[in-house]
């Protein structure tokens, strides 16, 4: 076999050359094109496989925070259960529709039993909530400490329990100026709260499921 200088091969003239020559080129050309097509693929192949090992992993995880969940929701649901049924226990203790004229009459007879002048007195429209209904009563009250401690110790021993909030209330000397007899003047909103029964709650579920739909 002859043999072949490949340093004075014709680099620009490669159809001289001879046939084994060209026939190693060739072969070597095909070799680097296969394993470039070889890399490529096992790169691609590669990738895909650690993507489909972190979709693994966060099916995984949402899975077993799911299975967590699960486990739990029977003995939260009978939680949740047992919560609503004291709630609604407690709402029950709070005065009724019916009860409620006569109720605010009894705080403002409580008031003038301790001593103290009605000078307003004036209920409010109620506003519904989702359990219950609020009532605020504009007044203006005068009277001194002792009087306005009995008027507060009488609210708490009346029949039904009454809650009451203060808004906006000021308390202040009578004519502004410090009086010998401790005359004080209480003025401002306070809300007295009563339960809801089946049929306004479900007037005020009905209006607030109106309400949200034509959001």
Do not use: C
């Amino acid at each position: 076999m002859k043999n072949f200088d490949l340093n004075n091969l014709d680099f620009n003239n490669s159809g001289a050359w001879p046939v084994p020559i060209k026939a190693f080129f060739a072969a070597l050309i095909v070799i680097v094109i296969l394993f470039l097509g070889w890399y490529s693929f096992v790169s691609n192949q590669q990738s895909q496989v650690e993507q489909l090992q972190r979709t693994e992993q966060d099916l995984r995880r949402d899975f077993e925070a799911k299975q967590a969940k699960a486990v739990n929701l029977e003995p939260l649901t009978a939680q949740l259960k047992e919560m609503e049924a004291m709630l609604q226990q407690m709402l029950r203790q709070l005065p009724s529709r019916t009860e409620m004229p006569d109720l605010i009459v009894d705080i403002s007879q409580t008031a003038l039993a301790s001593g103290i002048q009605n000078e307003l007195f004036q209920p409010q429209p109620e506003n519904r909530k989702a359990f219950y209904a609020e009532r605020p009563i504009s007044l203006r009250m005068v009277g001194s400490y002792h009087q306005f401690g009995d008027f507060v110790s009488g609210v708490a021993s009346l029949p039904r329990v009454v809650i009451m909030t203060m808004h906006d209330i000021s308390l202040k000397p009578k004519d502004g100026a410090a009086d010998p007899g401790g005359q004080l003047v209480l003025e401002g909103t306070v809300k007295t709260y009563r339960y809801l029964d089946d049929e306004e709650a479900a007037e005020v579920a009905a209006a607030a499921a109106t309400a949200q739909g034509g959001k």
